[in-house]
């Protein structure tokens, strides 16, 4: 199997797992730069997230001109495109509709680092993007970036999130981390004031969180977790 054919195994994976995780839903989409190309890779954007395959990969130049493909890209590509314009480090993205960080950023609650699947983040509270309309045009999408920064993920107001990681893996487990962290901080807020992480514990914290065993693990879990719901046929 070549670099690329892995890489689209891998990004249809990416994509079931976020469904079954409830991360994505008809809409979100998880994308990846081929190496030593200003090229990208996504899923279409007609194709249900649950059955993603990988001759459902499209491949798009940094233009965000589809250059190989069956299906169009998804009409938020911008934020994607953008990005990996404004990033060199940044080797996949993922945008989500990830309910609990949704509904912290509809009450104006930051998402600062108080738990462990925090300690990916921070320090200090997650950026947040203001504009809550769909991401469509190349200004837009610079505007995410620029919101996004040197930050690991960006929450769209009243709409999703942006995460940014090295490789599927760890935009995978990114992903995952983020819901959880405002899961728990949602819940903690209805007991009372929340004791953050400080910088220290977060440095501590966000050493071992990290480390790629810990990220593969993520990814490895939610590979049997999506076989033993029925998601993985084909793959």
């Known amino acids: 199997m070549s670099e690329i054919d ?13 469904f079954v995780a409830e991360l994505v839903d008809y809409s979100g989409h998880i994308s990846v730069r ?19 395959t990988p001759d459902d990969i499209v491949t798009v130049d940094r233009d965000g001109k589809r250059v190989e493909g ?27 509709h990830n309910r609990m960080v949704v509904v912290l950023s509809m009450a104006d609650r ?17 950026p947040v993007y203001q504009d809550p309309a769909l991401i469509h045009t ?5 505007a995410v970036a620029r919101t996004l920064g040197s930050a690991d993920a960006a929450i ?12 599927i893996e760890w935009t995978f487990a990114a992903c995952i981390d983020l819901e959880e962290s405002a899961t728990r901080l949602y819940y903690a807020s209805l007991l009372g004031p929340i ?17 790629m065993p810990v990220i593969q693990k993520i990814w490895d879990h939610y590979i049997a977790k999506a076989r033993l719901a029925g998601f993985m046929e084909g793959l």
Not at 43 to 51: I, L, Q
Request: aromatic letters at 6%.
């Open 34 to 52: 081929i190496p030593g190309a200003d090229r990208f890779l996504i899923h279409g954007h007609p194709v249900s997230r649950a059955e993603v």
């Open 110 to 126: 930051p998402l600062i680092p108080a738990s462990n699947p925090g300690g990916l983040f921070g320090p200090g509270p997650i």
């Open 70 to 96: 069956k299906w169009n890209p998804p009409s938020e590509l911008p934020m994607h495109i953008r990005t990996y314009r404004a990033r060199d480090d940044v080797q996949s993205v993922a945008h989500l």
């Open 138 to 142: 190349n200004e837009q999408g610079d």
């Open 195 to 211: 004791r953050y992480y400080t910088d220290d514990e977060l440095q501590r914290v966000s050493k071992g969180r990290r480390r």
């Open 6 to 18: 892995e890489l689209k195994k891998k990004l249809a994976m990416a994509c079931r797992m976020l």
């Open 156 to 167: 769209l107001r009243g709409h999703g999130s942006i995460v940014a990681g090295n490789s």
